[in-house]
């Protein structure tokens, strides 16, 4: 028996409990029969807010983008309907490695006891279906009962905050309000110290590598972020003199203002000086490398053979393997051992966004064109901004150069569309004093709209730039140039701050020239700002449809029908 102290509490309060602990202090989701004790256990102890959401797939993006600021959250569904319906969301935290915990209010152990039928179950007299279904997009999952649930609660929590990836937890019904013997004592969320040995081993053999280097550079991935080293890559760059490059997924992560950043390397289609750097380099440092189809430049990324790869809790040099070891701990002992380089030759200077440099000539009065729109917001952006992109053509974000201090959040490697706008609420939720700008066609924003009712409910004030383009445009770049399939229906976007609040004080815009365009964007940020942009349905920034093409050669092959007259938009020539 251990003798740390112990006090009793109810399943459902300790479990609300932890998750104040822990850091999250709202909780996201859609009531249902099965979880409603525990929302009035939340209600009565004030301890969380709960953040009630349209659906659970909303729910599962807020989550999402909470613990993408927050460093962790939670949400709650009900069984099967709830917990499928978040699925996708879920899965997605998991592609991006992030940190939520999943709770279900699920069937009553009486019933699992005595196998009675009950709803939201297929009635197949299984009950272990949905938990099944969640081992696949978790690190962790649980079913909780009297006996277990002090433990499974605080291994859960900390596992999906250790790993930076979701957990999923059932919450019988019948036992939330149950007493049981729970550890008195705050949780701490603590990784387990490195290895003494290990560490010193690891970080000697990254030291010397780096010592004997003349190219040394780092390359990032989006675990930088996840794990909080950012600061200490960018300690170690300066001390070392090297570049730092980062790859789609991780944009934002090395302030984009910072001298050794270099910019986004992405195989052949690179800025040739990013990829000299990187595939040249004698001793490259990789933060937590998970190459995609679009992060390598369709598998043209070429790093060097003896590239140290390190992630959250493992490192390799050469032929060794560490474990016992954590990212942290490895880059601070690295920024110590590592000898201080004098400044070098200067680092080439990050080229203006490129892509985007033909709207200053636009006539102001002309047809609003995406070259237009991307260069205007380039200067829009300022320091400290959250910046959230969906699938489409707003890709051409990647374009743009961000100020000091801005948080990016997207969803390059599980890209489902419509991600933007529950997790929109999410970082609203997490930091409502920041200014957060939303970039979303409207394709994707079609998809998870309604949240917009939950944003305007608590009174928060993104900016949300709509491209109203008439269907899925980055799509037409695969397949379907002008088929009726990528078409979709032509909402009222603008008017749609009204329809869900009826008192809104949102300032709406419909831009059809570059002249709109200017007059919304010299809005003030009081309110909610909802800028919807008629844009042709043929018109993509180049290096969009370049991509959108190459995915089509990948994914349907040289018979595919891509190949046929006209079924492909392609880049303006
Ligand atoms: C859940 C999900 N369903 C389908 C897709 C496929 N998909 C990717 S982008 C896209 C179209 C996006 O259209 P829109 O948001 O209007 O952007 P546009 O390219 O028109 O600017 C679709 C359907 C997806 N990524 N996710
Ligand atoms: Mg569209």
């Known amino acids: 028996m251990s003798s740390s102290p112990s006090r009793r509490m109810t399943i459902g309060d300790f479990l609300l409990r932890r998750l104040k602990e822990a850091g999250v202090r709202h909780l996201f989701g859609v009531p249902g029969d099965y979880n409603l004790p525990l929302i009035q256990q939340l209600q009565e102890a004030g301890a969380l807010k709960w953040i009630g959401t349209c659906s659970e797939l909303n729910a599962s993006y807020a989550a999402d983008g909470y613990a993408r600021l927050n460093g962790l959250s939670a949400l709650l569904v009900t069984n099967g309907v709830g917990a499928l319906s978040a699925i996708n969301g879920v899965g997605g935290s998991y592609s991006e490695h992030v940190p939520v915990v999943c709770i279900a209010g699920s069937i009553p152990l009486r019933s699992i006891d005595r196998g009675l039928g009950m709803h939201h179950t297929m009635a197949d007299g299984s009950f272990d279906h949905f938990l099944n279904a969640y081992a696949h997009v978790t690190a962790a999952h649980a079913r909780l009962t009297p006996r277990n649930a002090a433990g499974e609660i605080d291994r859960l929590i900390l596992t999906a905050w250790r790993e930076k990836l979701p957990v999923y937890m059932e919450l019988p019904s019948d036992i939330s309000c149950l007493d049981i013997e729970v550890p008195a004592e705050p949780l701490v969320l603590a990784n387990t110290p490195s290895d003494p040995e290990r560490l010193r081993s690891c970080v000697t053999a990254i030291a010397s590598r780096l010592s004997a280097a003349k190219s040394a550079a780092i390359l990032v991935d989006a675990d930088a972020d996840r794990f909080g080293v950012a600061s200490e890559l960018m300690t170690l760059a300066e001390k070392i003199q090297a570049p730092i490059a980062v790859i789609n997924t991780a944009k934002f992560v090395i302030d984009e203002t910072f001298p050794h950043y270099l910019g986004i390397y992405n195989g052949k289609a690179s800025e040739p000086h990013v990829r000299e750097a990187i595939e040249a380099s004698d001793c490259l440092l990789a933060i937590g490398y998970r190459p995609i189809e679009v992060t390598t430049g369709d598998f043209s990324a070429a790093l060097p053979a003896n590239t140290i790869h390190a992630r959250g809790h493992s490192v390799d040099v050469g032929n060794d393997n560490y474990q016992a070891v954590t990212l942290k701990e490895v880059l601070k002992g690295v920024i110590d051992a590592a000898p201080q380089a004098r400044s070098r030759a200067p680092r080439p200077a990050t080229p203006p966004a490129g892509a985007h ?212 938009l392609r880049p303006a020539t």
């Open 357 to 568: 440099s033909d709207g200053s000539r636009a006539d102001p009065s002309a047809k609003l064109t995406q070259a237009a729109y991307w260069q205007a917001m380039q200067g829009y952006l300022r320091e400290g901004d959250v910046l959230f992109v969906d699938n489409g053509t707003s890709y051409a974000v990647f374009g743009l150069k961000f100020p000091s201090k801005c948080t990016f959040v997207g969803s390059v490697n599980w890209g489902s569309i419509g991600y933007s706008v529950g997790a929109l609420l999410g970082t609203l939720t997490a930091a409502p004093e920041r200014r957060h700008i939303l970039f979303v066609g409207d394709g994707s924003f079609q998809v998870t709209a309604q949240e917009l009712s939950t944003i305007l409910r608590h009174d928060h004030k993104p900016v949300i730039f709509l491209i109203n383009n008439g269907g899925y445009t980055i799509e037409r770049g695969y397949l379907g140039k002008n088929e009726p399939y990528n078409d979709i229906a032509n909402w009222s976007y603008a008017d749609l701050p009204k329809v869900f609040r009826r008192d809104t004080s949102a300032r709406s815009f419909v831009v059809k020239t570059v002249k709109d365009l200017q007059n919304a964007l010299s809005a003030p940020n009081d309110t909610l700002i909802f800028v919807e942009s008629i844009m042709d349905s043929q018109d993509a920034l180049a290096p969009i449809t370049n991509s959108s093409n190459k995915g089509a050669e990948l994914n349907y092959g040289p018979r595919g029908p891509q190949h046929r007259d006209d079924l492909q």
